[in-house]
């Protein structure tokens, strides 16, 4: 038998098994799922029954995570067993819970005590398809108080939207973040780079870098030459961006915002529209990436310009969450009091 009936003979062979452990380890995370809601319903209602008195509770639980461990192996540690009751608390109807995140998925979200924060991660990490690592390292860099704070005046209609949908991307504005975190180039706060360190440092980090730009992102190149008038200009980065169906031009700058840097960016973003896009492309998006900019500067340097430039901070740390925290809050309460 030739190689010619062989491989696609093993290849459909190889989708079938494929699709079905797939749909076997999906099956067994739903139940998973669903098994542990209900242990954490047991506990909730012996409790509301007094069966287990407020007193003996951590007790119990203790007692019972060793028996279970015991009969059932691993899986039922303390943590695990309050988590399991936490998890019903949080969702007290089963319909609410979705079978395409993992436990281990849950017990991150479970340790978001807002409620709108929470279900935002939530649907991010259904909608984005995050494994429980990304799902970390966006709750760890406030990826949700970014967003708000990109947004300019937040207000109930913004806080509710990112609740209920997630991230929806329906114009240039909806991809951009304030500020990025470039925390896993390991490059230290204080450590001056030159604007061609930064880039290749993003390169060899490209899967992770996509992961901060947001999804639908697609990496077209780094130095994509433009020429006119037999002048030849480099845009350290170009993306496309495909729920916006658009190029993505991404200036670098290990300095603050400045003027020339927007005019430089637009003569970038006319050149894609008018001698690169193709028939159904929108009109091309232009990010600044800066160490800092001051509202000022950026309206005046970004006034006037076509209104898909941006200009945004980036920082080579994680943020202090609590800072992001109030100051979100801050914003928030202040909306609150005009109601």
């Known amino acids: 038998m030739t190689n010619e009936i ?16 797939k749909n076997v380890a999906s ?5 998973l799922i669903i098994s542990y809601w209900k242990i954490g319903e047991i506990i909730v209602r ?3 029954n007094d069966s287990i008195r407020a007193e003996y509770g951590e007790q119990t639980l203790k007692l019972l995570a060793k028996s279970l461990t015991a009969e059932f ?17 949080t969702y007290p109807k089963i319909q609410t819970v979705s079978g395409k995140l993992s436990w281990s998925h849950y017990c991150e979200l479970l340790s978001i005590s ?20 990304e799902l970390k390292r966006q709750i760890s860099t406030s990826l949700y108080e970014r967003l708000l704070l990109s947004k300019g ?6 806080v509710l939207k990112l609740a209920m949908c997630g991230i929806e991307i329906n114009e240039p504005k909806d991809i951009i973040k304030d500020p990025y975190v470039f925390e896993f180039l390991g490059i230290p706060e204080d450590k001056p780079m030159l604007e061609s360190d930064l880039e290749k440092a993003l390169m060899d980090q490209i899967e992770k870098f996509l992961l901060e730009l947001g999804r639908g992102f697609m990496f077209v190149g780094t130095q994509q030459r433009i020429t006119i008038n037999n ?3 480099y845009a350290d980065m170009v993306f496309y961006n495909k729920p916006l169906k658009s190029y993505v031009i991404i200036e670098l700058k ?16 006319n050149y894609y529209e008018n001698e690169v896009n193709d028939a159904g492309d929108n009109k091309p998006i232009g990010i600044i990436l800066c160490t800092d900019k001051d509202a000022l500067t950026a309206e005046y340097a970004l006034g006037g310009l076509s209104s898909n430039i941006f200009a945004s901070k980036y920082t080579y740390y994680i943020p202090d969450k609590e800072l992001l925290i109030a100051e979100v809050e801050k914003v928030i309460n202040r909306w609150r009091e005009k109601e």
């Open 231 to 233: 002048t030849h200009y």
């Open 153 to 158: 005046e937040v207000n109930k209609k913004e």
């Open 254 to 269: 290990t300095t603050k915002l400045m003027p020339e840097a927007a005019g430089q960016l637009n003569m970038y973003l």
């Open 6 to 21: 062989i491989n696609p003979l093993v290849g459909e062979i190889r989708d079938i098994l494929v699709t079905a452990r």
């Open 27 to 31: 099956e067994v995370n739903n139940e």
């Open 114 to 133: 807002d409620e709108d924060k929470r279900n935002f991660y939530e649907k991010e990490a259904i909608n984005a398809k995050w494994s429980v690592r």
């Open 46 to 48: 012996y409790e509301q």
């Open 73 to 89: 192996g691993k899986g039922f540690s303390r943590a695990n067993i309050y988590n399991m009751r936490l998890f019903y608390q």
